[in-house]
């Protein structure tokens, strides 16, 4: 029977994932697209479990339960942190904004504002130039 994590040592349970993980990709590598075919119908017959699932598995990525995600929404008046617009259920969901050195979450933004900073790399120094730049050159 196979072991909880809880009854393994760390090297133990590091082993098996990496296990798991060549088992994985060589049942790929003999049956391509199954596993994509797979998944897109799954998500297609579970789109909310699939939208639960994906956004648990994100928050993970930035350490952040459910819980704190909703507490850091919440402390922001359940708006964009940059531009203060509240979401519509018809735009994309909520983005983690984090510092790309040290991986901090900084926020909850909206798409827009997500991607915006993205496209100036988190520079300050580009914001400001843009920030001149539409000063300057709007109206």
Not at 39 to 63: S, V
Not at 109 to 123: E, P
């Amino acid at each position: 029977m196979a072991r909880l994590k809880s009854e393994m040592s760390s090297e133990d349970y590091e082993a098996k994932k990496v296990r798991e993980r060549a088992r994985w990709v060589a049942w790929n590598a003999k049956n391509p697209g199954v596993a994509s075919s797979r998944m897109k119908q799954w998500k297609k017959d579970n789109p909310e479990k699939f939208k639960a699932h994906a956004r648990k598995a994100l928050l993970k990525k930035y350490g952040l339960s459910i819980e704190q995600f909703d507490e850091l929404l919440v402390s922001q008046n359940n708006a964009c942190k940059l531009c203060k617009k509240l979401r519509l259920p018809t735009e994309r969901e909520w983005q983690v904004d984090h510092c790309h050195d040290t991986g901090r979450v900084r926020g909850i933004l909206c798409y827009n504002c997500n991607v915006g900073l993205g496209h100036f790399t988190d520079s300050p120094t580009l914001l400001a130039a843009a920030i001149e730049y539409l000063g300057k050159t709007s109206g």
